[in-house]
């Protein structure tokens, strides 16, 4: 295995519809807070319910997208958004989106990165993205602070969606390429834990024990089945209005639009052979070949 290098410094700034990176930059850690980094789309919500049942030894009822913020994102302001972060007594969990060279690093905070391949990402992304109402569309937009263009609308083909993201570098959102480089280099690092979405798919329970020993949060018996039974796909759609933000006033059809499939794979019957294989070429020119092949299997 590689040798930990140093530690990330941030080295610049990242703002649009979405971000405002800059709320990092004097935010006051706790030693044992936790950060959970993802892609959007790549399993953030999942992880924000298997983090807080490992927190709270697998209880019920737990408002979990309350406690756990997505801090970057621009809305609300810090001003409303940290008090209730900075008075939470509990140990924290954190929810970012940011390139690791646009966010500051802790060394005694435990990161966990979670990845997908981009073509469920994007799947996902679009269920997110052409389901929005226009609640989202004016918080995003008409939200004072907008740096740069707003978003748009979503086409109405999943097809043109994906090859739109794919030419044009992640638009509308970020780039995933610059993403996945930015956060590849800190794998190694102690207090970085990586996690495949599929991985987690096939042996939940085996990922959920990698992670509480990476969190040093010891579980077993009927505690780690109730974590179990809470973190699955089925009852976390059943009570998607605790998970999800603002209980899903964004989408319609409310929390269980935002919690679709939860599955890979959708697009292996739309998209032609010829699409998929731009897609695993662009992959492989943009990615070290060890993370394009970590992103698209699970493989390390």
């Not at 973190?231 to 319609?252: E, H, I, R, T």
Request: net charge negative; charged share 25%.
């Amino acid at each position: 295995m590689e040798q930990p290098s140093a530690f990330p410094v941030k080295t610049r700034e990242m703002h649009n519809h979405h971000f405002d990176s800059t709320i990092w930059n004097e935010f006051p850690f706790r030693d044992d807070d936790i950060i959970i980094a993802t892609y959007a789309k790549s399993g953030t919500t999942w992880m924000q319910q298997i983090v807080s049942q490992l927190i709270f030894n697998g209880i019920e009822g737990l408002e979990v997208a309350e406690m756990s913020p997505w801090l970057d994102l621009r809305i609300p302001p810090r001003e409303v958004k940290m008090p209730p972060l900075e008075a939470q007594t509990h140990r924290r969990f954190i929810k970012t989106h940011l390139p690791l060279d646009a966010l500051v690093f802790s060394p005694k905070a435990k990161y966990i990165f979670i990845g997908r391949d981009g073509r469920d990402v994007i799947w996902s992304m679009y269920n997110h993205h052409y389901n929005a109402n226009q609640h989202w569309y004016d918080a995003l937009n008409l939200t004072p602070g907008l740096v740069g263009p707003p978003i748009g609308k979503a086409s109405d083909s999943v097809v043109e969606y994906f090859q739109e993201w794919l030419d044009k570098d992640g638009y509308p959102f970020w780039s995933f390429w610059q993403y996945l480089n930015s956060w590849w280099p800190a794998r190694n690092l102690p207090n970085v834990h990586f996690v495949h979405f599929q991985n987690l798919k096939d042996d939940p329970a085996g990922e959920i024990k990698k992670i509480a020993a990476f969190l040093d949060i010891p579980v077993q018996g009927e505690t780690f089945d109730a974590i179990l039974e809470h973190c699955s796909f089925n009852y976390m759609k059943k009570n998607a209005v605790k998970a999800v933000p603002l209980g899903g006033a964004f989408w319609d059809g409310g929390a269980e639009t935002f919690i679709n499939k939860g599955v890979n794979g959708r697009w292996k019957d739309v998209l032609s052979a010829e699409e998929s294989a731009k897609y695993e070429a662009i992959a492989a020119e943009k990615l070290d070949p060890a993370c394009e092949k970590w992103i698209r299997t699970g493989q390390m």
